[in-house]
């Protein structure tokens, strides 16, 4: 893993000429030097998700780990700098390592632990060698045993959430999503109707007269102006005061007077 040592007062025109020269040579000691100079953005986007439900520690690798493909994808002749390239990229990783975790059911704190140095160096080692790695060549990297890391991959796997789009039995067309409950909405409005009738029931009689007019005989305040002999701007307070007394009572609380 790179040094962590943090360098924030970077000149930008001595970072340009290291992207450029990177981008020629794809040297991988001018990588490390790219990416040790920028550490400090990956520890300040990770120190904005702590007191989330993951580690610290975990959140600034997740951030390290985007910060070395924001190195290896930044094309400085794009005319803006790198800080604003690689920041919403850190961000996104980290927002999607989140997603990735969001577990139905909570995993054992050492599998939980054991997938998240796997899940990294598959990420290294695939950095390393372009290409995924082979489940030996992650059990060298983390000094571990095939069968653990076979034992932590096949457990962390059945921990997560399925698919509604999953069908249930082979040769079924039938899904997940097809066997759960669904909300009626027909009945939603059921309620709402009822909530707005007992509301109009509150209201004096020429606010009664108003809605009639208004909402079911959808005449314009101009139409009711005339009708109920007053002005339209009478017509437009009314309504106002209508809207506000309904909403008060549906949201449940007290009818004003």
């Known amino acids: 893993m790179v040094d962590e040592k943090k360098t924030i007062n970077v000149d930008d025109a001595e970072i340009d000429r290291l992207f450029e020269e990177y981008q020629k040579t794809k040297d991988i000691n001018l990588r490390n030097e790219l990416v040790n100079r920028h550490l400090y953005i990956a520890e300040i986007v990770a120190k904005k998700f702590v007191n989330r439900g993951i580690e610290y520690d975990d959140l600034y690798q997740v951030a390290c780990m985007a910060l070395i493909n924001a190195v290896e994808r930044f094309e400085p002749n794009k005319g803006y700098k790198f800080t604003s390239f690689a920041t919403p990229t850190i961000m996104g990783e980290i927002k999607r390592y989140f997603r990735d975790r969001a577990l139905l059911i909570r995993l ?20 390393k060698l372009k ?19 076979l034992e932590v991959m096949e457990a ?49 009689p020429i606010e009664k007269e108003f809605v009639q007019k208004r909402f079911f005989e959808e005449k314009t305040q101009r139409e009711i102006a005339d009708e109920m002999k007053v002005s339209q701007m009478y ?23």
């Open 108 to 127: 054992p704190r050492r599998i939980y632990e054991t997938s998240s140095k796997i899940k990294l160096a598959t990420e290294i080692l695939s950095t």
């Open 131 to 149: 290409r995924p790695p082979k489940v030996e060549e992650i059990a060298e990297h983390l000094n571990m045993s095939l069968e653990e890391v």
């Open 156 to 204: 962390s796997t059945n921990y997560l959430p399925q698919s509604l789009d999953q069908t249930m039995y082979e040769d079924e067309e039938m899904t997940l999503g097809d066997v759960l409950g669904k909300s009626d909405d027909s009945l939603t409005q059921i309620e709402n109707i009822e909530a707005i009738k007992k509301a109009i029931d509150k209201l004096s």
């Open 235 to 257: 017509i437009s307070r009314l309504e106002k005061k209508v809207l506000k007394k309904l909403k008060d009572f549906i949201d449940g609380t007290k009818m004003p007077i």
